[in-house]
């Protein structure tokens, strides 16, 4: 069975305008890399085996909370640059749409969530032009909050 691979251009990260319904647009400036980690913390719990305590225990692990975490960059659009100097400023969540794959194929999905921009930053050197990196948490994820990409 061949591999079914993922383009760069079918990783997509938008922001929501915050209008009802929601319409979703992805910055120009996330336009050189992009980094989506999903984490967990977990609890453990060490479960003794009553019938054969001479066993090693088993650990049961339970997951206290589930974030995601957004990373891009590339090359600065000014278009896009006060929009994204002002949610870092202004430390308030917005809607934000992470899709990857290709529409109602196997295996796409899609997270709608808020998050936070906890870093953004532009960077340049002589002669060259400027380029920026945005990092987002997410705030109040939820299941409900991955779905297929259909």
């Given at each position: 069975m061949a591999t ?6 079918k990783?997509?990260?938008?922001k929501g305008?915050g209008?009802s319904?929601?319409?979703y647009t ?6 050189g890399s ?11 719990d ?5 019938d ?11 997951a206290d909370s589930?974030?995601v975490?957004i990373?891009?960059s590339g ?8 929009t994204y100097?002002?949610?870092?400023l202004?430390?308030?969540?917005a809607?934000?749409?992470i899709?990857v794959?290709t529409?109602?194929a196997t295996?796409a999905?899609?997270?709608r969530?808020p ?7 532009i960077n340049t050197?002589?002669?060259?032009t400027?380029e920026?990196?945005?990092?987002l948490?997410?705030?109040a994820?939820?299941a409900?909050?991955?779905t297929a990409?259909?």
């Open positions: 079914t691979t993922v383009a760069f251009s990783v997509l990260i938008k305008d209008a319904p929601e319409a992805a910055p120009c400036l996330i336009n992009k980094a989506i980690q999903i984490t967990a913390s977990y609890s453990e060490v479960i003794p085996d009553c054969n305590p001479d066993d090693p225990a088993q650990i049961l692990r339970q589930i974030s975490t990373n891009g090359k600065l659009h000014q278009d896009d640059a006060k100097v002002d949610l870092a202004g430390g308030v969540a809607n934000w749409s899709e794959g529409a109602s295996g999905f899609k997270i969530a998050f936070v921009v906890t870093d953004f930053s050197n002589r002669p060259t400027a920026c990196d945005i990092s948490a997410s705030s994820l939820t409900a909050s991955i990409l259909t």
